[in-house]
């Protein structure tokens, strides 16, 4: 029985908790079971994880493509003539109005794989600058934050196994007990260590009650108690004045806006009371090291980039961002939110976290997919714009991973807009309400069914493997890619660049990623296998075997690049696109 145990990770969130999965005897469901030798989770599972089998064979799967028929319901077609469809509609969507009129929205639950494919399927074979993704919903303004400050978005910029020694963390909109239950023990442990947890949450969560200091502001309140409490180090003489003048820029603003928020003032805005404000300052200020996290609460506010910005501002004016056990991080939702935002799905980037609009970056990646440079599309809209720009500058979207009519801002503005294209695919594992309008849906296999890496939150890259034969009738996301390539590229053969066999796609990715801030060029499966997962970046050793793979490092990325800037900035991201209840990365 031992051999057909497969060590593998939880398909939810950006925990990616290990587990091992045994095949029933059917050969289709699976069992899971503890797997304590990956670290983040020691064995740990919460109840989704647990549960996570039976999505694999629940009644509503999808087994066939599903097409529209004439009198307007969904219904069974062949592989042949759903993907004849979608390259047809598409294909048509290009002819008649240009590329940009395609569009393309993935999601933070597609493999590293698949994310990096749907990018270069994108701008190689639709030749669309019109692609994002849903990551925009969930962490994106951390991530602007973070490369504001740091010129780096790296969620966690250390492993969670830190947490437990340093001295204080405060968790602000932050609810693991609950989005991520196995995460809490590290924080009970950082207790039974001596060190003290702040939660900022207006809720009284199951989180919030494990710690030594509960502040609960009003809502959309974070970006004045974060100005407050900056206010208070300064006015108590806590900063660090020798970390800001040589680690930072822009001080003086950052200074000028806490002074503004004294503390009565922000007492009245965010009803945190004065005494609890001096208190968190005390406890973050006092031990050698303390760290503050944010996820959704504060991030996912119109003005989420500034509030994150000054929580990070809180971390370096106390000289508290990239020294041992210190500074700031971000805790990422998505199973693959930190990989599905690093390697191309993003309306301004290329793999490897790199800028589209780079010169040298253009260069690089056109070699490595063999088009020439300028054949690549600038940047496009970001999630929100995209989908409101569905039904007129967009007439035809290619949906894969992600459930906007449920999910997006202003759902139901944006379901009318999805109504209003030409033509809709969507690939899914079952009909979501987003699958129901589609034109043709195409049915794919899911994580125990097919192999591929994703990255943690801690930018851990895992490799998550297959464990049991898919169902009848269902292909994998990169099939899908591969068959549409060979359609829609006339006799370009352009599908020999979208390879089925996943390793195939990573090995193009370390090459795509090389020399990239997300450089996973000394990544390979047989490492990730070896070694339970390595952390990015991981150049390639320049000199040896490539897969001899660097050291991999978690915990040298935040090291200080700080600006100080940020509070009171331009409230949209860092690459322009604020929109209300949009998080503007
Ligand atoms: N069970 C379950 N777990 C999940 C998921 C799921 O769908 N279900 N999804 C995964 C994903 S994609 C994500 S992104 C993570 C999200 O994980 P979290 O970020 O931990 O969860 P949320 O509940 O989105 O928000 C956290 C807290 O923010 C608080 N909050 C609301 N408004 C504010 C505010 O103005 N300021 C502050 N400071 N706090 C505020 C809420 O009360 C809440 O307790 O969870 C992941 N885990
Ligand atoms: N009201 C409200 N809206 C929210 C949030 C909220 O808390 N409340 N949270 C926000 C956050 S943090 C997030 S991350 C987003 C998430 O929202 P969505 O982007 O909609 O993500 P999911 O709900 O995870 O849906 C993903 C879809 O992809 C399918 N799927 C899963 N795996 C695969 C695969 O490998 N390939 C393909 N092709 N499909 C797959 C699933 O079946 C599902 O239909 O929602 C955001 N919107
Ligand atoms: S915490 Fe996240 S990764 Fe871990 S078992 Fe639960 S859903 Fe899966
Ligand atoms: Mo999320």
Redesign the pocket.
């Known amino acids: 029985m031992r051999d057909t145990v497969t060590p593998t990770h939880c398909p939810?969130?950006?925990l990616q908790c290990g587990m091992n999965l045994t095949p029933a005897p059917d050969g289709r469901a699976v069992e899971v079971s503890e797997r304590a030798d990956f670290p983040v989770n020691r064995g740990a599972l919460?109840g989704?994880g647990r549960t996570a089998p039976a999505v694999l064979s629940s009644s509503v799967r999808l087994t066939s493509p599903l097409v529209r028929s004439e009198g307007g319901a969904l219904v069974p077609a062949s592989w042949e003539e759903a993907l004849a469809r979608v390259a047809g509609g598409l294909g048509r969507t290009r002819a008649e109005y240009g590329a940009d009129a395609v569009g393309v929205f993935g999601g933070?639950g597609l493999t590293n794989e698949k994310a990096y494919s749907l990018g270069k399927f994108a701008r190689v074979v639709l030749g669309t600058s019109q692609i994002d993704y849903n990551g925009r919903f969930?962490?994106s303004s951390a991530a602007a934050a973070g490369g504001r400050a740091f010129g780096l978005d790296r969620g966690l910029p250390f492993p969670l196994e830190d947490v437990p020694r340093t001295g204080c963390v405060i968790l602000?909109?932050?609810?693991?007990a609950?989005?991520?239950p196995p995460s809490l023990r590290y924080f009970t442990e950082l207790r039974e260590n001596g060190g003290t947890l702040i939660v900022?949450?207006?809720?009284r969560?199951k989180?919030a009650e494990q710690a030594d200091l509960h502040l609960a502001?009003?809502?959309?309140?974070?970006l004045a108690l974060a100005l407050g409490l900056l206010h208070l180090v300064v006015a108590e003489g806590r900063t660090d004045e020798a970390y800001i003048r040589e680690r930072t820029s822009g001080w003086e603003e950052t200074r000028a806006a806490a002074m503004a928020h004294w503390p009565e003032y922000v007492e009245r805005i965010t009803g945190v009371p004065v005494p609890e404000l001096r208190e968190a300052v005390r406890m973050f200020c006092e031990p050698e090291a303390a760290m503050v996290l944010t996820?959704?609460?504060?991030e996912?506010?119109s003005k989420g980039t500034d509030t994150v910005g000054a929580w990070i501002n809180l971390c370096l004016a106390t000289g508290r961002a990239g020294r041992p056990l210190s500074g700031y991080g971000c805790?990422?939702?998505?199973g693959n939110?930190q990989g599905g935002r690093e390697h191309g799905q993003k309306a301004d980037q290329l793999p490897g976290y790199r800028k589209l609009t780079d010169p040298a970056a253009r260069a690089h990646v056109a070699e490595v997919w063999g088009v020439d440079p300028d054949s690549l599309p600038g940047p496009g809209r970001s999630a929100y714009e995209l989908l409101d720009a569905l039904g007129t500058d967009i007439r035809s979207l290619l949906l894969m991973g992600s459930n906007p009519v449920v999910s997006a801002p202003r759902a139901a503005h944006v379901e009318e807009r999805i109504r209003s294209l030409d033509f809709l695919a969507v690939c899914d594992v079952v009909l979501s309400e987003t699958a129901a309008l589609a034109d043709v849906v195409l049915p794919v296999t899911q994580w125990a069914e097919e192999t591929g890496t994703t990255t943690n939150l801690e930018g851990r890259v895992l490799l998550r493997r297959r464990a049991i034969t898919p169902p009848e009738g269902v292909r994998s996301d990169l099939e899908v890619m591969h068959e549409l390539a060979a359609r829609l590229g006339g006799d370009r053969n352009l599908e020999k660049g979208f390879p089925t066999d996943p390793e195939e796609v990573f090995e193009e990715l370390r090459r795509a990623s090389a020399g990239g801030p997300a450089d996973y060029s000394g990544i390979t499966y047989r490492r990730l296998a070896e070694e339970n997962g390595v952390f990015w970046p991981c150049p390639a050793p320049t000199d040896g075997p490539l897969d001899a793979g660097g050291p991999g490092t978690g915990t040298e990325t935040g090291t200080g690049v700080g600006t100080g800037a940020g509070a009171g900035a331009d409230p949209r991201g860092a690459d322009g696109t604020g929109r209300p209840g949009t998080a503007d990365g």
């Open positions: 939810y969130c950006a919460c989704k933070g969930c962490m602000v909109g932050s609810n693991p609950e989005t991520m900022v949450d207006p809720r969560t989180t502001p009003r809502p959309g309140t974070d996820a959704r609460g504060p996912q506010q805790l990422t939702g998505q939110g």
